[in-house]
């Protein structure tokens, strides 16, 4: 089908119209306006076509098997009176490393967990546990040093447990970003490894109506998930959108190439619906999300005393695992979690002031874990609620213009949060209120090939903890707090706390040429201590170890630097960075040391675990993180990545425990030519390898890391449109030598192997309707 795109004044044709069906793109008009549609399925659809300066033009087409049709596609100039106003200014350019999953990227991602699909990202891998949940690492730091933001708010949960993996769905996500650095000036002064961001879609904008339906099978731990979207924009009330999400997961437990991991099923769902309405300037929006998750927690993570678990270490398989089953159901041990996020935003245009923000948002996050027990008991043996109520506002204001080439464009703004956590159940940690602000001022300046931006932000926290007296004394005994560093004697103990910090940023970017630039940025920040690095007393089964938090701690500092040389040709992008992280007063949570060297155990009545203590040391991180992809060729694309970090506990000249071991990851995708109604045809092949981690302290680390091992993966997929309807499938293997490995960063290390080979297909249905 040749065809034809002119200027509707001029009868001048117009080149460089983009060509689309729905969400796929077609093409671009030639130099003479001319585009061919090529292999149309037989059907109704809507072509549009886009061009700067013009009006989206739409023609519906009715194709037929062997009918061939030239049509004729007329473009109206805008009226050069009007101004169009974009839904969002330019996002401002981040001074740190950052890399952005969307579209097809973040679409081969679809059924993976959080960790999982964020773990191709250069300097980002997992800390995985014993349930076969994650939670990201990044440069180095994780959990409490990692925020992650929902929605632009912080996600609040139980984030110190090690097999705490953050209880959000990434099938919310039309974006996830990665902020590699410390961030603490405009996220928070815990952001110092970096931070997440997972962006829902926009809701539309003009009337119509867009659908998604994902459905993946998975193998390996057979089972599977199913997700859909809704969106909508009602034409009969103009400036109303609104959206609705679910999603489902169910999977049995997962195989190692030799054993199953007995255990390790997953049941997990997620609904959220929001509603915006904008009124001129001004827009509204209204969300809530819920995520709820039964997780069992692998039969392998027991031992009755030190000598099983040091006996255990030279097995090649878990005692027992004759009798592991890859089934469905989920017994004890195991943990249930659900997580509530609501929230309501508002943003107006004040003027010649600027834009004024608001979001106030409110979240629940609930955690039963349930350890094995006489059969006559029932109910959860460890339950925490933690509520959290939080308002933000934020006024960016218009930028100022110096002169031609140069202006200021900045953001102030205010945090409030307040925090009541209640907890039941066997001693592990109190219950405890805090309340806390923030201010912060981040400013900018936009020169013709340079920019550069300084922030500072200031925090008050206070927070008060009632112990058990049976509590208090044992951390007294202990050695992890002074008996006089709390409350009168009573029962409980109350202990409060209050801190006072400051972070503070300078970056700057030149851009050498159109394709080059250089960033750098210098940061600190300081980080009170989280509840539970002061006040945890106990083990729980999704965490095998006795951990004794510290009171009196105070926050950590941390001083960053980073550089990092960005390259976007045609046919080449590219991104390397380095980085340094001195960190004074580190609270380093690690197995406590017996006079004579070796580590501490306790003998609880639920069997034996290694003892880990809270305290402070000096540490320094540095590394290096980067990846390069190229296309020689339309047809083919290349990619490499490198990721090395470095950290060591200044205090004792020792390394720390759980810093990711070198990894390298290569890969190649072969794209194919359309063939009938199938386009974006592509197959990859890609292969990482993770190095043997040599710097570690043995008797910290238990045991010597497990050696270096290399993953096969490869992947096939299309897609095909049938009239408003965009189907794609995709075929995914991982791990495809079935290569038996440990990973370094994974408490499963010490008593099982990873997952064997594992097979994911998926089916993806996007429908869009238009007017």
């Known amino acids: 089908m040749d065809s034809h795109v002119i200027d509707a004044d001029t009868h001048e044709a117009l080149a460089g119209a983009l060509v689309r069906v729905g969400d796929a793109v077609l093409g671009d008009t030639d130099g003479a306006g001319h585009f061919i549609l090529r292999d149309l399925c037989p059907g109704e659809l809507t072509l549009e076509v886009e061009l ?18 030239s049509i004729e596609i007329e473009l109206s100039a805008m009226d050069e009176e009007v101004i169009v106003v974009e839904d969002k200014a330019p996002v401002a350019t981040e001074m740190r490393a950052t890399a952005v999953l969307s579209g097809a990227a973040l679409a081969r991602k679809r059924g993976q967990a959080l960790a999982e699909t964020l773990s191709e990202v250069p300097g980002v891998t997992q800390l995985r546990s014993g349930s076969g949940m994650a939670k990201p690492i990044v440069r180095g730091q994780y959990g409490r040093r990692l925020l992650i933001l929902v929605d632009a708010v912080r996600h609040r949960a139980q984030e110190w447990g090690i097999d705490h993996a ?16 410390a961030a603490g000036v405009r996220y928070g002064p815990d952001a110092i490894g970096g931070a997440v961001l997972v962006d829902p879609p926009d809701l539309l904008t003009r009337p119509g109506l867009k659908t998604e339906l994902h459905v993946i099978g998975t193998a390996n731990g057979s089972g599977g998930n199913v997700a859909a979207r809704v969106q909508a924009a009602p034409t009969s009330l103009p400036g109303l959108a609104w959206q609705l999400e679910g999603s489902f997961k169910r999977l049995a437990s997962a195989s190692t190439p030799d054993y199953p991991l007995d255990n390790t099923g997953v049941m997990e769902g997620s609904l959220g619906a929001t509603v915006g309405y904008r009124r001129g300037s001004a827009d509204y929006k209204l969300s809530y999300r819920r995520y709820q998750a039964e997780l069992g927690v692998c039969s392998c993570l027991r031992m009755e005393s030190s000598d099983d678990f040091y006996a255990q270490l030279e097995r090649e398989r878990p005692l027992g695992s004759e009798a592991y089953r890859a089934d469905f159901e989920i017994d004890r041990p195991s943990q249930a979690v659900a997580h509530d996020l609501a929230l309501a935003r508002g943003k107006w245009e004040l003027g010649e002031l600027g834009t004024l923000g608001t979001t106030l948002s409110f979240q629940h996050d609930h955690r039963e874990e349930y350890e094995i027990v006489r059969d006559a008991v029932t109910g959860p043996q460890f339950n925490f609620r933690l509520f959290t109520s939080e308002l933000e506002a934020a006024l960016t204001h218009y930028p100022l213009h110096l002169n031609d080439h140069l202006h200021v464009r900045g953001t102030v703004g205010a945090v409030a949060v307040g925090q009541l956590h209640s907890y039941s159940g066997l001693p592990l940690v109190p219950d405890h209120r805090s309340l806390g602000a923030g201010v912060f001022a981040i400013e900018r300046l936009v020169g013709h090939d340079f920019e550069l931006e300084a922030g500072v932000r200031y925090d008050v926290l ?36 209050l801190f006072h910090t400051v972070s503070a940023s300078v970056g700057g970017l030149r851009q050498l040429t159109p394709a080059w630039a250089v960033k750098l940025d210098l940061s600190t920040a300081s980080r009170p201590p989280n509840p539970d690095e002061q006040y945890l007393n106990g083990s729980a089964p999704t965490f095998p170890v006795v951990g004794l938090g510290k009171p009196d701690l105070g926050a950590e500092t941390t001083y960053s630097a980073s550089v990092t040389s960005t390259f976007q040709g045609a046919r ?16 380093y949570f690690a197995p406590a040391i017996g006079a004579d060297g070796a580590p501490i155990f306790d003998v609880l009545i639920r ?50 425990v759980f810093v990711p071991p070198d990894r390298v990851r290569a890969s190649a995708t072969y794209k194919l030519p359309a063939r009938g109604c199938w386009h974006d045809s592509f197959v990859s092949l890609a292969g990482t390898y993770v190095a043997r981690q040599e710097r570690f302290d043995l008797a910290a680390d238990f045991a010597p890391p497990p050696d270096a ?10 897609e095909v449109q049938l009239g408003k309807h965009t189907l794609k499938l995709a075929l995914q293997g991982q791990n495809l030598l079935n290569t038996r490995y440990r990973d370094y960063t994974s408490l499963l290390r010490y008593f099982a192997d990873q997952p064997g080979t594992q097979v994911l297909l998926r089916l993806s249905l996007l429908t869009s309707s238009f007017p």
């Not at 009006?55 to 009715?62: G, H, N, Y």
């Not at 008060?464 to 050695?479: H, I, N, P």
């Not at 080449?572 to 609270?587: C, F, Q, T």
């Not at 047809?635 to 000249?653: C, P, Y």
């Open 166 to 181: 953050p209880e959000i769905d990434p099938f919310i996500a039309d974006r996830l970003t990665v902020v590699r650095g």
């Open 607 to 656: 069997g034996t675990y290694p003892r880990f203590i809270t305290k402070a040391v000096d540490a320094l991180f540095y590394g290096f993180d980067g990846g390069v992809s190229a296309t020689p060729t339309s047809f083919l694309e290349l990619g490499a990545q490198l990721s090395m970090v470095r950290a060591r506990n200044l205090s004792e000249d020792s390394p720390l």
């Open 572 to 587: 080449l992008v590219a991104e390397a960075s380095a980085y340094a992280n001195r960190i004074e007063d580190y609270i």
């Open 52 to 69: 700067m300066g013009y009006t989206v033009a739409r023609q519906q087409l009715a194709v037929r098997g062997g009918q061939v049709v």
């Open 462 to 497: 206070g927070r008060t903890s009632e112990m058990q007296r049976r509590d208090f004394l044992r951390l007294v005994r202990s050695g992890q707090l002074a008996e006089d560093a709390c409350g009168p004697e009573m029962d409980p103990v109350e202990c409060s706390s």
């Open 709 to 718: 091992y290399f993953l096969l993966g490869a992947e096939a997929g299309a």
